[in-house]
């Protein structure tokens, strides 16, 4: 099968396309003929040798497709179902992989295969840090960080969806994409006092806040009020002394089941995923730069196997 293979750490340059032996799955995974796989700063920083991945691997931690094999009487999904999901670290810039069923999901009616594999990562973490680690309620005040990004689009639209007045943060550039998700006010992050700017905005500071990357944590526990909460799921940022605010460092459960019942939010447009580029699978290399670059909106993705 093709696949694209990184046998040393390094830019975009080391992702190599490459024949490789089909993914044979184990007892109880399923196979996936893979027709998307989304592209995320994770992928980024495992190519950079962050992460202590073991050389050689397939990149790729979320993909959709349709199941082709599987192994076991408990694998849960028939031969042919569209599914999407989070499948590890590594192995979904690739024509098949084998993953456990458990972190997969029937794909949402509002999603097509081609998009759908860019979304399992940041939905299943924008739901963690909006409905879990913040428990966002109507009525309150919610500050979501650099929203125009992948995390940063779903996290906005689901703090929208429980009926909280969402501020948001975003270059100059994307203030009218963000605007569009539905937040009351979107101010420019890249001006040094965007905080105090929040701050105005809501009469003393958010309620809660989810900082969507390390560089705008300090800015987002600056923007919240004494009492209130930011989560994150980045490392960095630190709460001054005397500040009463609560710091939550949290990571989202990538499992189907959470999946599954998000697709109620997709099908019925209360979220939408955006998609802002589309590369083949052997321009991996091209969707790295990009992504590594940042000042991207919504969500990359590799184009596989079209169905």
């Known amino acids: 099968m093709r696949a694209i293979l990184v046998e040393r750490f390094g830019g975009p340059d080391v992702l190599r396309l490459r024949d490789v032996p089909l993914s044979q799955p184990k007892s109880g995974e399923v196979l996936v003929r893979i027709n998307s ?90 739901d963690a840090g909006i409905n879990d680690a913040l428990a966002v309620r109507r009525g309150q005040s919610v500050l979501v960080t650099a929203a125009a ?3 940063g689009h779903l996290a906005a639209q689901l703090a929208v969806h429980a009926g909280a007045h969402v501020v948001a943060t975003a270059g100059r550039d994307h203030h009218s994409f963000v605007h569009k998700l539905g937040v009351a006010e979107v101010v420019d992050h890249y001006d040094e006092d965007w905080p105090q700017r929040v701050r ?76 802002s580029a589309r590369f083949d699978l052997e321009d991996a290399p091209a969707a790295h730069s990009q992504v590594e670059q940042g000042h991207t909106w919504g969500k990359v993705v590799l184009s596989v196997n079209d169905d």
Not at 244 to 270: E, N
């Open 37 to 126: 796989a989304g592209v995320g700063p994770w992928d980024v920083a495992q190519r950079q040798g962050r992460f202590g991945t073991e050389l050689p691997y397939i990149p790729g931690f979320e993909c959709a497709g349709t199941v082709v094999g599987k192994t076991g009487d408990n694998a849960g999904f028939h031969d042919g179902e569209p599914v999407y999901g989070y499948i590890g670290m590594g192995g979904t810039y690739a024509d098949y992989a084998a993953c456990r069923p458990e972190r997969l999901a029937p794909v949402p009616m509002a999603l097509a295969l081609w998009e759908a594999g860019a979304a399992p990562v940041d939905l299943l973490t924008a």
């Open 200 to 275: 105005d905005l809501t009469s003393g500071g958010v309620d809660a806040a989810l900082s969507t990357v390390t560089p705008t944590t300090d800015g987002a526990i600056a923007a919240t009020r004494d009492g209130g909460t930011v989560a994150t799921p980045a490392p960095g940022g630190e709460v001054p002394a005397g500040r009463r605010v609560q710091l939550l460092r949290y990571q989202g459960p990538m499992d189907g089941r959470r999946l599954a019942r998000l697709a109620q939010v997709l099908d019925d447009g209360s979220v939408a995923l955006c998609v």
């Open 149 to 151: 990004g992948g995390l």
